[in-house]
């Protein structure tokens, strides 16, 4: 069984900076890539990046390059998204999740999410 925990998430002023963490309980972590998404009220998911098993290399949407990173540990079980610049449209319910096979295919486990809140 793969149980994804996410938290960090809370309320933040514009330009303001926040880090997410993913927790994954079970015995592959390493194995699998993991993705970050999130979600507004009213929008569709969106992709925001990724990093591979090793968390050697990581992908990221053109909304959020530059201002969000990546990253992993995966002796801690835990990926991590360090978010700066933080805009009013980044308010969103953020989910971490598995990567099947891959970084760009399907995920198929996830988290439940962390509301992240940007004031303007």
């Known amino acids: 069984q793969v149980q994804l925990v996410e938290s960090g998430g809370g309320l933040v002023q514009a330009g303001g900076s926040l880090s997410l963490s993913c927790v994954g309980f079970?015995?592959?972590?390493?194995?699998?890539?993991m993705g970050w998404f999130r979600q507004a009220p009213g929008k569709e998911r969106e992709f925001l990046g990724a990093?591979?098993?090793?968390?050697?290399?990581?992908y990221y949407a053109d909304s959020v390059k530059g201002r969000f990173t990546i990253s992993r540990d995966n002796a801690k079980n835990t990926v991590y998204l360090q978010m700066n610049s933080l805009k009013p449209e980044d308010t969103a319910l953020y989910y971490c999740?598995?990567?099947?096979?891959?970084?760009?295919?399907?995920?198929?486990?996830w988290g439940q999410g962390t509301q992240v809140t940007v004031s303007s």
């Open positions: 999740a598995r990567g099947l096979a891959s970084w760009y295919g399907e995920y198929d486990y």
């Open positions: 079970g015995r592959t972590f390493s194995t699998y890539a």
């Open positions: 990093t591979i098993k090793s968390g050697s290399s990581t």
